[in-house]
């Protein structure tokens, strides 16, 4: 069963620093781009950062772009999320989901975690 | 990157089709066939319920249907159940390779 599990959130002040995880399972981790997706309180799902398999395309929505910085471990089958220069606006749910697609573009998410909470809060 | 705009809400009648759209530009919903829609539970995570805008992924219900016409996409659930309750939201594949998911849509079943 292909299964994605995060790991990491919690309470921090604003300005602090928190590192996300999320770790694979039940497919081939390293064949895949993966994203990260968040969803503030009371708002919609937003994209985060994107990598490749082989870490060489990275991309991340301008909200997050010089604070955040997405990586992976193909040896332990991770995704990780260090966020620094946290904001209260980063508060919110944070999804990994595996990216497929037709071809050479990895256009939707198939496979999701159930999510880990960031609050930034002083 | 802006938000692809989807209605706040719809409601139907068990048995009942709706259809509700989501609206881009030509960089992201106009310019691919990479529209997804997901549906999301509060506190579960979010599940693929169409893929490339009109593609059922395994095991999803013919009830859900996909299409796309211009900057529009739309998502169709016919004979509409209690379990549909929940939050709906379109992404995009862009020109920058990067995603962009949609405002959200409460589906509220009678």
């Known amino acids: 069963e292909m299964q994605l599990v995060e790991s990491g959130g919690g309470l921090v002040k604003p300005g602090g620093s928190l590192r996300l995880s999320c770790a694979a399972s039940?497919?081939?981790?390293?064949?895949?781009?993966m994203n990260w997706v968040r969803q503030a309180p009371g708002r919609g799902l937003e994209w985060v950062s994107s990598?490749?398999?082989?870490?060489?395309?990275?991309y991340y929505a301008d909200s997050v772009r010089g604070r955040f910085t997405i990586s992976r471990d193909s040896a332990k089958n991770s995704l990780y999320l260090q966020m620094n220069s946290l904001r209260d606006e980063d508060t919110a749910v944070y999804y990994c989901?595996?990216?497929?697609?037709?071809?050479?573009?990895?256009?939707?998410?198939?496979?999701w975690g159930q999510g880990t909470t960031v609050t930034v809060s002083s | 990157q802006s938000a692809l705009t989807q209605p706040a809400s719809v409601s139907g009648s068990p048995g009942q089709s709706i259809t509700f759209s989501c609206t881009g530009t030509?960089?992201?919903?106009?310019?691919?066939?990479?529209v997804s829609w997901y549906q999301h539970h509060p506190g579960k995570a979010p599940k693929l319920m169409i893929y490339?805008?009109?593609n059922r992924p395994s095991g999803i219900s013919n009830r859900f249907s996909g299409s796309k016409s211009g900057n529009t996409a739309s998502l169709t659930i016919s004979g509409l159940q209690a379990e549909d309750e929940a939050d709906y939201y379109c992404?995009?594949?862009?020109?920058?390779?990067?995603?962009?998911f949609g405002t959200g849509t409460k589906v509220t079943v009678l």
């Open positions: 989901a595996r990216v497929e697609g037709s071809g050479s573009d990895a256009t939707y998410m198939d496979v």
């Open positions: 039940g497919f081939t981790f390293s064949a895949y781009f």
């Open positions: 990598i490749s398999g082989s870490s060489n395309y990275i």
């Open positions: 030509s960089s992201d919903v106009g310019g691919y066939n990479f």
């Open positions: 490339e805008v009109s």
């Open positions: 992404s995009s594949y862009t020109s920058s390779s990067t995603y962009v």
